[in-house]
């Protein structure tokens, strides 16, 4: 059963951890993300975006193979299902369509609206027992096919946005999607210290996992983080590996032409980078 990221979440920032959020794009995605939580016994977040919702044949579909999958594969640790950088229409979209989490992306409206519309879909939210991400200060880099510069949030907004009682805050602290730049500056840990001195015990997530350095992740969890989103890290993975099957010619011997073949070792090289973020988050075992 999917549940609620608010419990993992609460755990994980009382425990100086962070869950990962890791995007999925089709089956072998997610079957590679859930197996690997089980087996590392690690709560997890199944992220899914508009476009890969798009991708995926609707919500409702996405809905119905994550359930099929926790239930047939005999999945015990707890699973988010969560809409990442949702329009406000697309958040009602995926609470109807049975999603257990949420993220309401109004970085892009003035703050003012931002607080409107998030402060709405708190109470849509918690009627339904459902998590709420909230954003503030845009994370730069693409995604979908929009650029962001990568903000460093204001520290103040940041409560104003945690005081109306989202789940998960997600701040910029100068993250960014893909691929980080050669002469990216690194996180502001001054702006991540100043927004958990005002937020609390908010849990707050770290967008942009990829390409992060390991000391920079465990000073972010140091520094409460809860929630760290990776999604081109399993791409770029994924990417490799079935390029290297292609190019050892292994689709042209014997029936090395079956999708299932083909696409297996994309599948084992996702396995492996969840497991690697798992470790380095200090999820194992905490389901
Ligand atoms: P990356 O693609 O950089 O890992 O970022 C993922 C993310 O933040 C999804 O919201």
Known sequence: MLVSAKEMLTKAKAGKYAVGQFNINNLEWTKAILLTAEELKSPVILGVSEGAGKYMAGYKTVVGMVNGMIEELGITVPVALHLDHGSYEACYKCIDAGFSSVMFDGSHYPIDE???KTKELVAVCEAKGLSLEAEVGAIGGEE????????????????MIADLGVTMLAAGIGNIHGKYPANWKGLSFETLDAVQQKTGDMPLVLHGGTGIPEDMIKKAISLGVAKINVNTECQLSFAAATRKYI????DLVGKGFDPRKILAPGFEAIKATVKEKMELFGSVGKA
């Open 247 to 250: 190019e050892d010619g292994k």
């Open 144 to 159: 979908d096919g929009v650029v962001g510069a990568g903000e460093c949030a204001d520290p103040d907004e940041c409560k």
């Open 114 to 116: 931002n607080v409107a």
